[in-house]
């Protein structure tokens, strides 16, 4: 677990690096087709999560036949050869094209997922849980505030460079550094089955959809500003000099405090129960973002980005453990493979959905939207999941 939480960190570092200046570097690229920057930064995002969206619960069915590890090495080697190419193309298209790749190939949260759910007892799988997004927050604070100085003083190809060194890092540690002893079990209701029977069963099972759909929707609220945040701070900043740092900076923060809060939250779910601890996170977000329609400047954007990631630690991993909870052990691959592509599904919309809403209605409106989608996290998680929360109970024996 320490092992992969250590490649965790280097993988998000390295994936997040590039984060903040993707709708700026499609501007430099240009389109060779006369298309607006606009579409483009929003197609950048979504493409990769169309893509993954498609390929995850592929992945996460092979995760279950031949081992998770496999697939965490797979996803890691893979973005590092991907994120390389990226340094060298010359046009925003071509850097859709390998976007769209990259969803393909990686999908590193998803594997990790799977092998720590695979071997953790129940009652530890908010810690577990926790523990990987502290490795996952760690790197996504540093990410943006790296990329974003490394973009101002040596150019955006740079950052492509230490993003694929660090995957390739990852992938390294995960190799020599993680033994799994994956042993397939055979289930006495598999008589080949497809895998689209196979993802119906796993639906069908008590809270699994509700804990899905909160997924998505938590998804489509944490993304929905993603194109339009470099934008919005624009206007906020009088010297834009160094803006790509300071999109680091609030990105990195609302990380850093992610990164604090989901170990001690995923802990408290243990011994209360995840689907509290998702409400309540989920009704403060919906307050904070309100009050995100009134900032006037780039130090409140980022006070209220900071406390909004608090709550975040909340819901990410108390989400990955009620789906631990619901499922047997030996369908991990699976479950966190369509986990995968449902977070990418909401992914591949949000950024089109929010360049929408910004065009439309104007950059601020975007707000009171994920506003929208974090009360709806709320009223799903009062009164979608089954009652009483198991997640209470310590004594939950494993699946067998």
């Not at 893979?78 to 340094?87: D, F, N, P, Q, S």
């Not at 999908?107 to 990987?132: D, K």
Request: proline share 4%; glycine share 10%; hydrophobic share 55%.
């Amino acid at each position: 677990m320490y092992v992969l939480f250590i490649a965790q960190v280097f993988t998000a570092i390295g994936f997040s690096t590039i984060f903040p200046f993707l709708p700026l570097y499609v501007d430099e690229l240009g389109s060779s087709y006369g298309l607006s920057v606009e579409f483009l930064s929003g197609l950048v995002f979504s493409a990769q999560a169309i893509t993954m969206m498609i390929a995850s619960p592929i992945w996460g069915s092979l995760a279950d036949r031949y081992g998770r590890k496999l697939m965490v090495e797979r996803a890691m080697f893979g973005g590092a050869a991907i994120l390389l190419m990226m340094a060298f193309v010359q046009s925003a298209e071509q850097l859709v094209l390998l976007r769209a790749i990259q969803g393909l190939i990686t999908g590193t949260i998803a594997a990790a997922n799977a092998l720590a759910a695979s071997v953790t007892p129940r009652h530890r799988t908010g810690y577990a849980m926790g523990l990987l997004q502290v490795g996952m927050g760690s790197g996504i604070a540093l990410g943006p505030l790296i990329g974003g100085v490394i973009a101002d003083f040596y150019g955006y190809d740079a950052a492509f460079y230490i993003t694929a060194v660090l995957l390739l890092v990852a992938g390294l540690l995960v190799h020599w550094g993680v033994e799994e002893r994956f042993e397939r079990k055979a289930r006495a209701s598999e008589k080949r089955t497809g895998l689209l029977t196979e993802w119906r069963g796993i639906m069908i099972m008590p809270g699994v959809l509700t804990t899905y759909s909160m997924r998505f929707v938590s998804q489509l609220g944490r993304m929905l500003i993603l194109p339009i945040a470099p934008l919005f701070i624009q206007t906020l900043l009088t010297d834009s000099s160094r803006l790509n740092t300071f999109t680091g900076l609030v990105v990195g923060a609302a990380s850093a405090t992610t990164t604090i809060s989901s170990i001690f939250l995923g802990r408290l779910g243990d011994r209360i129960g995840h689907s509290l601890v998702v409400m309540y996170s989920a009704l403060i977000t919906f307050s904070l973002y309100l009050l995100h329609y009134k900032v006037i400047t780039g130090w409140q954007l980022l006070l209220l980005q900071a406390l909004v990631g608090v709550c975040l630690g909340g819901i990410i991993p108390s989400l990955s453990a009620l789906l631990a909870h619901f499922t047997p052990t030996d369908q991990a691959g699976t479950v966190y493979g369509l986990d995968s592509s449902i977070d990418a599904a909401g992914r591949a919309i949000a950024p089109l959905l929010g360049s929408a809403i910004a065009i439309a209605f104007g950059l601020r409106s975007t707000f009171l939207a994920v506003a929208f989608f974090f009360l709806i996290i709320v009223f799903l998680a009062r009164w979608g999941l089954p009652k009483p929360d198991p997640m209470k109970s310590r004594t939950v024996p494993l699946s067998p």
